[in-house]
C-alpha cells in the first residue's frame, strides 16, 4: 500500500510538536506532585498538633488526679511510706507533724527508736523487715515514746509495700472494723484456716470468750483422742489465767504474755483480737519447770553455749528454742530478734535479704527442701556455699523433742582448701611419678595396688586400663603370664611371696631378674613404714650391655699394664747388667789401667761414664715406679746427717756437668742450715729426690747461671727448696708438671723422660711431705719439698 506525500508531511509535524511540549509536560508533572506532597504533610502535621494538645489535655487531667489523690491522703489522720522499689528511698505521704505530734522530719518516721517505745520499735523493725524480705503483712497497736498509741499496718499493694501509720485519739476507741459483716466473717474463718495449718495449739473464741474453734495441736496436747473430739471444746487454762488473757486482749494488736500451767508448765501465749472476737495460740516456753529439773536439757544449753562451730535448736513448729554466741555471730542477727523465738523460715528469709545465704535460682525451692528436715530419723548433711567464699557443712539432726530439729554449721572451707592443695600435691606426685624411668609400685597390706606410674604397664607389658587401686596383685600374676608366657607368672610369683610378706622381721630386697625375652630388670622391694610395700623396676638391658663392654675392656686393661710393669721390670733388669760393664770399662779407661789417654780420648771416656750414670739413673728411677705400681715399695727409715745427703746428690750432679765441655759450667751452690733437727728418713730415696731436682734444674739452666740448694728449718719440719736461673715453666704446664711423661723442651733443649718430677713427688708423699713448685721474678723456677723431721712410712701414696 503505497503512502500519500500529504499524509507522510501531516505525521513528520505532528512528532514535531511532541518533543517540543514534552519538556512542559513534565513541569506541570512535578508542580502536581510537590503540591500534593505539600498537602500531605500539612495534614499530617495537622494531626500531630492534634494528638500532643490530647495528650497534654490528659497529663494535666492525670496530674490533677494525682493532686487530688494526694490531697486526700495528706488530709487523712495517718502516714502512709511506700517502696516502689525494697532497695530504694520510700515515699513518705501524710501530715506526719499531726500523726506523730512530736518534732521530726519526714525521713525520720522510719526512726522508729525516735517517736516509738524501745519494745515496739524492735517489733515494727522486725515486721517491717518480713514484709519487705517475703510480703508478711502485719497489723497490730505500738505505744509511742510520748504517751500515745499508734495503729500499724504493713502491707502488699499492687505488689508494693506500704505502710500505713494511724494514730489512736484514746485508749477507749472503737478498733478498726472492716466494712462489712461478711468480710469479717470471712478474716474469722480465714484466720480458723490458719490455725489447722500451725503445730501450736490455737483457738479462736467469740466476743463472748466462749471457744468456737481449735486445731488440732490443740487436742494433741490436751491428749483427747480423736473419737472424743466432738461436743463441747475443753479449755486449755483455769479461770484465773482467762482472766488474765482477757484484759491482755483488751486493746487492739497482738500481744505476748507467758502464763505457768500446772499440766504443761510453762506457755507462750500470743493473742490477738479479731472483728467479734479473739484469737490465740501457744507455745510451750524455754524455761518450764520440767525442763529445768531436766539434765538432759541443761546439758543441752550448757554444751552448745561452749561450742565454736555456730548451733541451733529448733522445736517440732520449726520455732527457735536454743542457739549460742557463735550462731549470732556468725550470721551476724539480732539477739534481741532471736530472743523472739522466730521461725526458722523467717530466719532463712532475712539471712537471704542480708546476702547470707547460697545463691539459689529457685529459692522458695531451696528452702522448702531444707524445711524438709524437720521429721528426720537419721542426720542428715548439706554443703552451703555461701557469696563470701565460705562453704559450710550443715548438719541437721533430730533434736530430743518431737520433730525437732538441730544444725550444726561447720565452716570446712579450710578443710576444703586442704583437700584441695592435697589433691594438687597427688596429681603433681603422679606427674612426677609418669616422668619416671624407673616403674613404681606401691601395693597395701591387703595386697593391692594403690599407686603405679605408666611405666610399670610398659616394662611387664600389662594394659595399663587393667591397672587401677582395686588391682589385686594375684590379678597382676595372671597378666604377665599371658603377656610374658615363659617366664612371666614365675616371676612374679616369686616377687608375690616376698610383697605380701607380713611378717615383723621382714626387710628389704634387691636383685636382678633375667627374662626369657632377654631383657634385664633391677627391682627394689622397700617396705614403707605404714605397713605398705614400695616396688620399683628399672630396665637395665642396655646398661648391663655397655657395662659388660667396660668390664672387659678393663681387663684387659690391667692385664696389657700388668705384661707392661712385667716387660719394664725384665728391661730394666736386662739394661743393668751390659750398662755395669760400660761404667767398669769407662772407669778402667779413664784410670789409665788399659794405658795412658790423650785429652781427647780422656774427655770421650768421661762422657761415656757420664751417660752411662744418667741411663743408670733412669733406670733406677723406671724400677722404683714398677715397685710403687706394684705396691710392694716400702721406707728404709733411719737417722740421718742432712749435709752428707746433701753432697752424695750434688756429686752425682756435678758428674753430669762433665757432659758439656765447650760451655761454662753450671754454678751450683749448697747451702745447709746448722742448726737442722734429728732428720728420721730413707736416705736412698732422700738422695735420689734431691738428685732429680738439681739434675732437672740444671738441665733447663743456661750455661754459667746459678743452681741453689738451700736446706733450712721451720716449724719442725725440714724445707729442701732447690732454686734456677732458667727460662721458667709455663702457667699452663705447672698443674701437670710432676705427671709421669710430662718432660718439657725449654729453649729449643732436650726433652726429658719426664720420669724425675714425679718421682720426687711419689717419695716426698711417702716420707708424709709436700711439693710445690712456683716461679720466680723475672725468670726461673723454685721447687719446694717440704718433708717432716720425723716421720711414719705413708706407703706408696700419690
Known amino acids: 500500500m503505497l503512502t500519500s506525500p500529504v499524509f507522510a508531511q501531516a505525521d513528520q509535524l505532528t512528532n514535531s510538536q511532541l518533543l517540543a511540549t514534552t519538556p512542559y509536560a513534565i513541569a506541570v508533572g512535578a508542580v502536581l506532585f510537590g503540591a500534593a506532597t505539600t498537602f500531605l504533610a500539612i495534614m499530617q502535621r495537622q494531626a500531630s498538633q492534634r494528638a500532643a494538645r490530647s495528650a497534654n489535655i490528659q497529663v494535666m487531667e492525670l496530674s490533677a488526679a494525682l493532686d487530688e489523690k494526694e490531697n486526700i491522703l495528706n488530709g487523712m489522720s495517718e502516714i502512709t511510706v511506700i517502696w516502689r522499689d525494697p532497695a530504694a528511698t520510700p515515699s513518705i505521704v501524710g501530715p506526719v507533724r499531726q500523726v506523730i505530734e512530736t518534732h521530726i522530719s519526714d525521713q525520720m518516721v522510719l526512726d522508729f527508736e525516735s517517736w516509738l517505745t524501745a519494745q515496739s520499735a524492735i517489733e515494727v523493725k522486725f515486721k517491717l523487715a518480713d514484709l519487705l524480705a517475703q510480703g508478711t503483712e502485719f497489723e497490730f497497736g505500738a505505744n509511742g515514746s510520748a504517751d500515745q498509741r499508734f495503729r500499724v499496718c504493713g502491707k502488699l499493694v499492687a505488689g508494693s509495700p506500704v505502710l500505713r501509720i494511724a494514730r489512736r485519739i484514746a485508749e477507749e476507741e472503737t478498733p478498726y472494723v472492716l466494712p462489712s459483716a461478711s468480710k469479717s466473717q470471712l478474716d474469722i474463718e480465714t484466720c480458723a484456716r490458719l490455725f489447722d495449718k500451725l503445730n501450736h495449739p490455737a483457738w479462736v473464741r467469740d466476743v463472748r470468750g466462749k471457744l468456737v474453734k481449735v486445731n488440732q495441736a490443740y487436742f494433741e496436747l490436751l491428749g483427747i483422742p480423736q473419737e472424743n473430739r466432738t461436743g463441747t471444746i475443753p479449755e486449755l487454762f483455769d479461770s484465773a489465767a482467762l482472766l488474765r488473757l482477757r484484759e491482755v486482749g483488751q486493746v487492739e494488736g497482738s500481744h505476748s504474755v507467758t502464763e505457768q500451767h ?42 552448745i553455749n561452749e561450742l565454736r562451730t555456730p548451733v541451733a535448736v529448733f522445736d517440732g513448729s520449726a520455732q527457735l528454742t536454743h542457739y549460742n554466741k557463735s550462731f549470732a555471730d556468725f550470721w551476724e542477727l539480732d539477739t534481741n530478734w532471736l530472743d523472739t523465738h522466730p521461725n526458722e523460715k523467717a530466719i532463712l528469709d532475712r539471712l537471704r535479704t542480708q546476702g547470707h545465704l547460697p545463691l539459689e535460682p529457685d529459692y522458695k ?17 548439706d554443703m552451703w556455699h555461701l557469696p563470701s567464699g565460705q562453704v559450710l557443712n550443715v548438719i541437721a539432726s533430730p533434736a530430743p523433742n518431737a520433730r525437732g530439729v538441730i544444725y550444726v554449721y561447720h565452716n570446712v572451707t579450710e578443710k576444703l582448701a586442704l583437700e ?93 631378674i633375667s627374662r626369657a625375652d632377654g631383657r634385664l630388670i633391677d627391682y627394689a622391694v622397700v617396705r614403707l613404714p605404714d605397713g605398705q610395700t614400695l616396688v620399683t623396676f628399672v630396665d637395665v638391658t642396655e646398661s648391663a650391655a655397655y657395662e659388660r663392654v667396660l668390664k672387659e675392656r678393663n681387663e684387659a686393661l690391667e692385664t696389657a699394664d700388668k705384661l ?145 740448694l738451700d736446706v733450712t728449718e721451720r716449724a719442725g719440719r725440714i724445707l729442701f727448696v732447690v732454686e734456677d736461673e732458667g727460662e721458667g715453666i709455663p702457667e699452663d704446664m705447672i698443674s701437670s708438671i710432676f705427671d709421669r711423661f710430662e718432660g718439657r723442651a725449654v729453649a729449643g733443649r732436650q726433652r726429658g723422660a719426664g720420669l724425675g718430677l714425679s718421682i720426687v713427688k711419689t717419695f716426698a708423699h711417702m716420707h708424709g711431705g709436700t711439693v710445690s713448685i712456683e716461679q720466680r721474678e723475672p725468670k726461673g723456677t723454685r721447687v719446694i719439698v717440704n718433708l717432716p723431721a720425723e716421720q711414719v712410712s705413708q706407703g706408696a701414696a700419690e
Not at 510453762?266 to 529445768?292: H, M, R
Not at 603433681?428 to 595396688?449: C, Y
Open 564 to 708: 707392661k710393669d712385667a716387660f719394664v721390670q725384665n728391661v730394666s733388669y736386662e739394661f743393668r747388667s751390659p750398662l755395669t760393664n760400660i761404667i767398669g770399662f769407662a772407669d778402667l779407661l779413664t784410670a789409665g789401667e788399659a794405658g795412658q789417654l790423650n785429652e781427647k780420648q780422656k774427655s770421650y771416656a768421661d762422657y761415656i761414664r757420664a751417660s752411662s750414670a744418667t741411663l743408670g739413673l733412669l733406670i733406677d728411677n723406671i724400677l722404683d715406679l714398677t715397685t710403687i705400681d706394684a705396691g710392694i715399695a716400702e721406707l728404709n727409715t733411719e737417722v740421718l746427717d742432712v749435709a752428707e745427703l746433701v753432697e752424695k746428690a750434688a756429686a752425682g750432679v756435678v758428674a753430669t756437668l762433665q757432659v758439656a765441655q765447650d760451655d761454662v759450667p753450671v754454678n751450683l751452690s749448697i747451702s745447709v742450715s746448722k742448726n737442722l733437727p734429728t732428720f728420721v728418713a730413707d736416705g736412698a730415696r732422700i738422695v735420689q729426690v734431691l738428685y732429680n731436682l738439681l739434675s732437672n734444674a740444671v738441665r733447663y739452666s743456661e750455661p754459667g747461671s746459678k743452681v741453689s
Open 262 to 303: 500446772q499440766k504443761f508448765g510453762t506457755l507462750d501465749v500470743t493473742k490477738f483480737k479479731l472483728i467479734n472476737g479473739t484469737a490465740g495460740y501457744a507455745v510451750q516456753g524455754l524455761a518450764s519447770n520440767e525442763e529445768k529439773n531436766d539434765p538432759r536439757a541443761s546439758f543441752l544449753t550448757a554444751a
Open 420 to 512: 584441695s592443695r592435697y589433691n594438687a600435691l597427688i596429681h603433681v606426685q603422679e606427674e612426677t611419678l609418669n616422668s619416671l624411668r624407673e616403674a613404681v609400685a606401691v601395693f597395701g597390706t591387703d595386697g593391692r595396688l594403690k599407686l603405679h606410674n605408666t611405666q610399670l604397664s610398659g616394662i611387664w607389658k600389662v594394659p595399663l586400663n587393667l591397672l587401677n587401686k582395686q588391682t589385686h596383685i594375684s590379678d597382676i600374676v595372671e597378666m604377665c603370664d599371658r603377656s610374658l608366657p615363659k617366664d612371666g607368672r614365675e616371676i612374679w610369683a616369686d616377687l608375690k611371696s616376698f610383697i605380701i610378706d607380713i611378717s615383723p622381721e621382714r626387710s628389704n630386697k634387691t636383685g636382678r
Open 365 to 381: 525451692k531451696w528452702r522448702s527442701t531444707h524445711l524438709s528436715s524437720y521429721g528426720l530419723k537419721k542426720t542428715r548433711e
